[in-house]
Antibody
């Protein structure tokens, strides 16, 4: 079945870096855009970033622009989120998610989510 | 950026009730809106896309409507498994943005 499994979360000090991974299976990974979405404790969902199916286009939320980098390795069916200069407010559960639309228009939302990986930024 | 506002932030209802949740966009987004259901400690579940299209496998008691700046998610007859938090998301332009969520609680 279609599955996304995140890893790489942990506790990190402010200003340090962390790299999240998300392994996809059960669908043609190379054909879909992929997202990262986060949820701070007790808060709503916040979209973080999108990478197009071929990696040629990347979009970011303003709070992470210039600090986070989304990438993918199609040969390994894996999505990444490199997080640099981490701040206290980056503390959240990070979900990777598959775009619903294979055409690459990104108009239809995300239809498959991973279980999430927890990132805690604390001194 | 497009701001999404959900109301109410929480609603108490009984099994069998009809529940309606509203999502407003700060500017017109046509019908580029998705809805998700999230239970405590779990990942969100995809319910509706393009404002009114039901994702495969989602029960027909869920429905979505609206266009432009005002949208609704309705649950026609609330079931025990429907008690959860519901999120809307505009998918018209980047950055994609979510509403603050609506918690549907047991009365």
């Amino acid at each position: 079945q279609v599955q996304l499994v995140e890893s790489g979360g942990g506790v990190v000090q402010p200003g340090r870096s962390l790299r999240l991974s998300c392994a996809g299976s059960g669908f043609p990974f190379r054909s879909y855009g992929m997202h990262w979405v986060r949820q701070a404790p007790g808060k709503g969902l916040e979209w973080v970033a999108l990478i197009s199916y071929d990696g040629s286009k990347k979009y970011y939320a303003d709070p992470v622009k210039g600090r986070f980098t989304i990438s993918r390795d199609i040969s390994k069916n894996t999505l990444f989120l490199q997080m640099n200069s981490l701040r206290l407010e980056d503390t959240a559960v990070y979900f990777c998610a598959k775009d619903h639309d294979i055409s690459g228009n990104y108009y239809y939302g995300v239809d498959v989510w991973g279980q999430g990986t927890t990132v805690t930024v604390s001194s | 950026d497009i701001q999404m506002t959900q109301s109410p932030s929480s609603v108490s209802a009984s099994e069998g009730d009809r529940v309606t949740i509203t999502c407003r966009a700060s500017q017109g987004i046509s019908t580029w809106l998705a809805w998700y259901q999230q239970k405590a400690g779990k990942a969100p579940k995809f319910l509706i896309y393009a404002a009114s299209s039901l994702q495969r496998g989602v029960p027909s008691r869920f429905s979505g409507s609206g266009s432009g700046t005002e949208f609704t998610l309705s649950i026609s007859s609330l079931q025990p498994e429907d008690f959860a938090t519901y999120h809307c998301q505009q998918t018209k332009s980047f950055p994609l943005t979510f509403g603050g969520g609506t918690k549907v609680e047991i009365k």
